[in-house]
């Protein structure tokens, strides 16, 4: 059965760094995409990055400080959150997703069927 455990959330001051890291099991990750997600309270889930195979999507408003990457043979892909801001503190989910072909990866909460528990990132001076 897949599972996803997510870690590496914490508290840090704007302007800082954190990487989440997602351990997958129980599947290859090669008819798979990994999203990750974030809800901040009061709001809606919203996709982040994903990465499938070589290929990657961002969220415009993390572009430029987010970088998605994956270590097939530790079975776990990163989120490394750079210059982080106020408005990026929330729970941080990753998720997999069947991929239609090599290399597709949108970050739209349907196309994900397995979910990790989440890890907080809180932001705040």
């Known amino acids: 059965q897949l599972q996803l455990v997510e870690s590496g959330g914490g508290l840090v001051q704007p302007g800082e760094s954190l990487r989440l890291s997602c351990v997958i099991s129980?599947?290859?990750?090669?008819?798979?995409?990994i999203g990750w997600f974030r809800q901040a309270p009061g709001k809606e889930r919203e996709g982040v990055s994903c990465?499938?195979?070589?290929?990657?999507n961002y969220a415009d408003s993390v572009k430029e400080r987010f970088t998605i990457s994956r270590d097939n043979a530790k079975m776990t892909v990163y989120l490394q959150m750079n210059s982080l801001k106020s408005e990026d503190t929330a729970v941080y989910y990753c998720?997999?997703?069947?991929?239609?072909?090599?290399?597709?990866?949108?970050?739209?909460?349907?196309?994900?069927?397995?979910w990790g528990q989440g890890t907080q990132v809180t932001v705040s001076s």
């Open positions: 129980g599947v290859t990750l090669d008819n798979y995409m």
């Open positions: 998720a997999a997703g069947w991929s239609p072909f090599l290399g597709f990866c949108a970050i739209t909460r349907e196309r994900y069927a397995f």
């Open positions: 990465i499938s195979d070589r290929r990657t």
